[in-house]
C-alpha cells in the first residue's frame, strides 16, 4: 500500500517517478543537436546531386551509421516527448495507458522502418556506385 500523497502549498509533491525520463529526455536532446547539424550539413552538400554523389555519399558507412543513430535517437525523443504531452493532457488513467503504448509502438514502427530503409538505400545506391 503506498502512502498518503505529500503536499506542498497545495501542490502535490512529485514521487520522483518521472526523474529518469526528464534525464533521459535531455540526454537525447544533448545527442541530437549534433546530429541535427549533421543532418542539415549532409542535406545542403545533396541538394541537387545525382545519383552517383548519393551512392558515394550512402558508400561512407560512417553516413549510415549516423543516419541510423539520428533516427533511432529522434524517434526516442519524440516517444518521450509525445508521452509527456499524453500524461499531462489525458485526464483518464486507462486512455492514457492505452495512448502511451499506441504512441510507444508507432514510434517503434517508425523507427525500424526507418533503419530498413535507410540500410536498403545505402545498399542499393552504394552497389551502383
Not at 501542490?11 to 518521472?18: C, M, N
Not at 529526455?25 to 549534433?34: D, G, N, Q, V, Y
Not at 549533421?38 to 545542403?44: E, G, I, K, P, Q
Amino acid at each position: 500500500m503506498s502512502a498518503a500523497p505529500k503536499f506542498k502549498n497545495n501542490v502535490k509533491i512529485s514521487e520522483r517517478h518521472g526523474a529518469g525520463e526528464w534525464k533521459l529526455e535531455k540526454a537525447l536532446l544533448l545527442i541530437l543537436m549534433p546530429l541535427s547539424l549533421w543532418v542539415a550539413s549532409s542535406a545542403f552538400t545533396l541538394a541537387g546531386a545525382d545519383a552517383a554523389a548519393l551512392g558515394a555519399w550512402f558508400a561512407n558507412k560512417l553516413n549510415v551509421v549516423l543516419s541510423i543513430a539520428t533516427a533511432l535517437v529522434f524517434f526516442g525523443f519524440a516517444n518521450l516527448a509525445w508521452k509527456v504531452i499524453i500524461e499531462d493532457y489525458v485526464p483518464n488513467p486507462s486512455s492514457r495507458k492505452s495512448l502511451s503504448l499506441v504512441a510507444l509502438i508507432v514510434f517503434v514502427l517508425l523507427a525500424l522502418a526507418s533503419i530498413f530503409f535507410i540500410v536498403r538505400a545505402a545498399s542499393a545506391l552504394s552497389a551502383g556506385v
